[in-house]
């Protein structure tokens, strides 16, 4: 069977799959009784050519747009400019453009019409706001924003509700019908026996058809419920906002045209807008457009449009258009009516509901012709084959609900569906313990996981950093608290003072600002934090010093060239370059350095070593270290020159401190008894991440540590040789990321996870078999791109994302397992007694009843069992792990050799056994085989609890609703044997033979026990 799956069903991928690897499997799958609710969760091909098409006619429009600008800006100055006029209700609410003059300037890209309405300048008066401060945030003024330029959301399809879903599984063909045969005996019994007696056996169909839908619909309809909740978890956005005059973080959802909006690299462009200030902005459209190629945004190009991504540079934004009004919420409105990518599992576990269905089919067929054939043998023994009376009409009847039935019980359309139930459950209790999946199938892949590539900085680390010690002007201090900074501020010359706090507070990505209370706040990530504070507590003012001087040219850090660096124009004429980033990259281009006099001396081999060992001494303290250098250029420098890359004058060494995660060593210690390697992939020095590593139990005495430059230059069989052994790569680039990535996952075959925080790590990402990114440091690209969210950027979440999927990965099996026990005993046991005795023990209404227990209520009781701590202590799945392994196969057939013998042994000797005799011993007997089937069933639950070991009894009180599933099925089968007799062709039972009954399928679970004990390879 697994090699048949794999064939047919395996080119799903956890994901990118191809759109013909979705087509094919759907073909497969014909023999399905209510495909709405099959494949409900399941991606809708037709709405993503939908979004493709929109896709594509942007592109086409923005090029177009893109030409006509271009043209327009060669002819603009010649050109009498039409005027404007603005609609009355616009003017009244304090506003001099309406919403859709906005929104045909940035989408159609016109510079005729920006040129009309004054320029970017202008815009921002018409939308009463300002560059500085924002908007105004009174209540008034921002509903009559709303009320005129809409609000920055997007059309949803509107919630199901519960009556939708009761439709949908009401739409189950063979429960409709089952529905026309029960009204046919309903007519025909009321017709020969009259009322009520003659409506019991039609109205016993028509309540388990109802019992069914409405379980099932309560089911459907509360996974779609936690489907939302997690939806809308998704699309929180988060951006930097001016309002007020202050600085503060925004839902993307509450921005309004007039917004201030800060750009950095990483982030996605909220709404549509127009580019205020900025440096180096380049904006990545493919999203919008389909194009890969980056386009610089600035003053003569400063079109925004929202859903895009930000590339490279930071800047400010003014938001002109929102919500359903901009092409990226037209595209989100179809895009989220295609759905997710369906799971390898759920496409797997069709493709086993189809092979059931087909041998199930094919025995119902059997069945009804056995059974029927019986009653024409007989009628013809008897010379009546002319001669019909509605007792036999009744019986055909009955045998056609039968084998219809057994088509119900042997298509395990719960089967992919427990798939869904227990990812949703997995991805809600994944929510309460910090991680976010975006993607379904990473709940799955997760569990198979072998190898995790983890950062440092935040994710193995706490992420709040502080400068503790610095070496400047050679000279080396602890810094660690305001006494000893202040002891050293004073000793450290004037000039080289003024050049350091120059370089704190212009070269950063940070900003200082005062918040609402009037207290001071600093924005940043946590480097640029700590360095901000570290200027603070020297005396340095922000504000002043960025005031003085005028910012020519800005070079972000990115993770490639590791430093960053900004070009200031000086007042008495001249130039001053400003680079920091990694001490031994900033290091290799300074000739000289600031002595203790505060002079700029030329590096000589002594101070070289100095300086070097000073970054040693500091890495080995596991502290991050950055080195500050600064240039001076007489020359006239163009903005778009690059930065030089020699000539530099060293100001000084800072060590900054970030202290590993407490549970960080025990969470490594939990992923190597779990089979799972965890390597260390950071942008830092080597011996900071071995010291790191060391102290998380990374690094082991057998274990390599390499650096990315040294890691590149490795030939092909070298890297065969050495990945397998390498647990630290330090100073590597993203690309150097990739490539492990990729040798791992193709060469060595491991299931590998990732996790990354910036833009750069989205290859990476993309790459893994589960892309993990963080959700505080993390950047909206690398989130993007990443299939679940790490909320605290915690390592030991991360653990418990591994506990989850195997979770999920083990309750599924277990399911299917229990399920298939059922379909295997319910299509022997009607086939064979139709067979041999030419009657079906088990009537309609019963196989319905069955069906819920092993489909709807299995689900919900297997399905949804939470993780324990053993799981962690078993290999992992990998690659090439059979899903329905051979333990699997070995519970199923003992299990199922045991029912049958036991149910073949009532139908033959039962009567004998219980002393039957008189007009109901038909009747008792079919109960008791009845009873019997069920309890094995029930009892088979409790064993399936677990595969492998013989105690299933550990936890069980835990899982609630394990434990309501299985009253709720003792009482009703109570209630249907005791009290609904006439419906369900039950008689009452005594105590003794109920005790019988239920010792039967207890005796299950000692055999499960003892085929646990059976060795399987």
């Not at 007792?391 to 088509?407: G, K, P, Y």
């Not at 013989?950 to 249907?976: P, R």
């Amino acid at each position: 069977m697994e090699n048949y799956l794999n064939e047919n069903f395996g080119d799903v991928k956890p994901k990118n799959s191809s759109e013909e690897a979705l087509q094919r499997w759907r073909k497969l799958c014909w023999l399905v009784k209510n495909p709405k609710r099959r494949f409900r969760f399941t991606a809708n091909l037709s709405k993503r050519f939908e979004a493709e098409a929109i896709r594509r006619s942007n592109q086409e429009k923005f090029r177009v747009a893109v030409l006509v600008s271009q043209a327009a800006l060669q002819f603009i100055n010649g050109l009498n400019l039409c005027e404007y006029t603005e609609p009355e209700e616009v003017k009244a609410a304090g506003f001099e453009i309406c919403a859709d003059e906005l929104a045909s300037i940035v989408e159609g890209r016109d510079v005729k019409k920006l040129k009309v309405h004054g320029g970017v300048e202008g815009i921002v008066n018409k939308l009463a706001t300002s560059i500085n401060d924002g908007i105004l945030t009174s209540e008034q003024l921002l509903n009559r924003r709303k009320d005129i330029y809409g609000i920055n959301k997007f059309t949803e399809t509107p919630v199901r509700g519960f009556w939708l879903f009761v439709w949908e599984a009401l739409q189950d063909m063979t429960l409709m019908i089952l529905a026309v045969c029960s009204l046919v005996s309903l007519l025909v019994g009321i017709t020969m026996e009259g009322w009520p007696k003659g409506a019991h056996d039609g109205l016993g169909i028509v309540a388990s058809i109802l019992l069914v839908v409405l379980v099932t619909a309560t089911s459907d309809y509360k996974q779609s419920l936690q489907f939302r909740d997690l939806d809308r978890e998704k699309k929180k956005i988060t951006v930097q906002v001016t309002r007020n005059g202050f600085r503060q973080k925004l839902s993307i959802y509450e921005l309004l045209p007039g917004d201030i909006v800060h750009l950095a690299i990483g982030d996605q462009v909220p709404a549509d807008g127009l580019f205020v200030s900025g440096f180096s902005v380049l904006i990545n459209e493919s999203s919008l457009t389909g194009e890969s190629e980056p386009v610089n945004v600035n003053f003569c190009n400063p079109f925004l449009l929202s859903g895009t991504k930000v590339q490279d540079g930071s800047g400010k934004m003014l938001v002109t258009t929102v919500g359903m009004r901009t092409q990226w919420g037209k595209l989100m409105a179809t895009l989220s009516e295609g759905g997710d990518d369906e799971t390898p599992l759920q496409v797997k576990l069709n493709g086993v509901a189809t092979i059931i269905g087909k041998i199930g089919l094919f025995f119902a067929m059997i069945t009804f012709t056995v059974l029927a054939q019986g009653l024409f043998s007989r009628k013809l023994r008897e010379g009546s084959q002319w001669v019909w009376s509605g007792d036999e009409a009744m019986e055909i009847l009955e045998f056609f609900a039968v084998a219809v039935t057994i088509v119900v019980v042997a298509v395990p359309e719960g089967l992919p569906l427990a798939v869904t139930l227990s990812l949703a459950f997995a991805m809600k209790k994944m929510m309460n313990d910090k991680a976010l999946v975006r993607n379904l199938a990473a709940c799955e892949t997760m569990g198979s996981s072998t190898t995790i590539c983890s950062d440092k900085t935040g994710t193995l680390t706490t992420n709040h950093m502080t400068v503790v010690k610095a070496c400047i002007c050679g000279k080396i201090k602890e810094v660690g608290s305001s006494k000893e900074t202040s002891s050293f501020f004073s000793e450290i010359p004037g000039s080289a003072l003024s050049i350091l706090l120059q370089s704190i507070f212009i070269n950063t990505g940070g900003e200082i600002v005062k918040n609402e209370d009037g207290k001071i706040e600093i924005l940043g990530t946590p480097t640029e934090t700590a360095l901000l504070e570290f200027g603070l507590s020297l005396g340095g003012d922000f504000q002043s010093e960025r005031q003085e001087l005028n910012i020519v040219k800005v070079e972000p850090f990115n993770s490639v060239k590791k430093k960053m660096g900004v070009v200031l124009e000086l007042p008495n004429g001249g130039f001053r370059v400003h680079c920091k980033g990694a001490s031994e990259i900033v290091l290799a281009s300074c000739d000289k350095f600031v002595d203790l006099n505060g002079e700029v001396v030329s590096l000589n081999e002594a101070s070289i070593n100095h300086l070097k060992d000073t970054i040693e001494r500091f890495a080995s303290e596991a502290l991050r270290t950055l080195c500050l250098a600064y240039m001076e250029i007489e020359n006239e420098y163009s903005g778009e020159s690059p930065l030089p890359s020699k000539g530099y004058t060293c100001l000084g060494i800072v060590g900054i401190k970030d202290p590993v995660r407490p549970g960080v060593r025990e969470s490594v210690a939990i992923c190597r008894s779990a089979g799972i390697t965890v390597r260390m992939v950071t942008g830092d020095n080597i011996i900071t991440a071995k010291a790191i590593a060391r102290e998380c139990g990374i690094l082991t005495s057998k274990g390599i540590a390499i650096e990315g430059q040294e890691f590149r230059e490795k030939s092909e069989e070298e890297l065969r040789e050495i990945i397998p052994k390498l647990q630290v790569m330090a100073r590597s680039s993203p690309l150097d990321k990739h490539t492990l990535v990729k040798h791992l996952r193709t060469t060595f075959e491991e299931v590998v996870a990732v996790t990354g925080d910036g833009t750069n790590d989205a290859p990476a990402l993309h790459e893994a078999d589960i892309g993990l990114a963080m959700g505080i440091a993390g950047t909206e690209v690398a989130k993007e791109s990443a299939d679940v969210i790490i909320l605290d950027d915690n390592f030991s979440t991360i653990v418990t994302v591994a506990k989850w999927g195997r979770s999920v990965y083990i309750n599924i099996q277990k399911f299917v397992q229990f399920q298939l026990t059922v379909n295997v005993v319910a299509l022997i046991v009607n086939f064979s007694s139709a067979c041999l005795t030419g009657n079906a023990p088990l009537t309609a209404v019963q196989l319905l009843w069955v069906n819920m227990i092993m489909d709807t209520l299995g689900a919900l009781a297997l399905a949804t069992e939470p993780p324990n701590d053993d799981l962690m202590k078993r290999s992992p799945v990998g690659r090439k792990g059979n899903f329905i392994s051979n333990v699997m196969w070995r519970n199923i057939l003992g299990q199922s050799v045991y029912q049958f013998v036991i149910i073949w042994f009532l139908q033959t000797r039962g009567k004998a056994a219980f002393h039957l005799d008189g007009p109901d011993s038909d009747l008792i007997l079919n109960t008791i085989i009845f009873n019997s089937f069920v309890c094995c069933q029930v009892f088979n639950e409790i064993s399936s609890r677990e595969m492998e070991k013989v105690n299933v009894f550990k936890g069980i009180l835990e899982n609630y609703v394990f434990v309501t599933v299985l009253t709720c099925t003792a009482l009703f089968q109570i209630i249907i044997i005791e009290f609904l007799g006439s419906f369900a062709s039950t008689s009452p039972l005594s105590l003794r033979q109920w005790f019988v009954c239920v010792f039967l399928g207890f005796l299950g679970m000692p055999i499960a026990a003892v085929l646990k004990m059976i060795p399987i390879s």
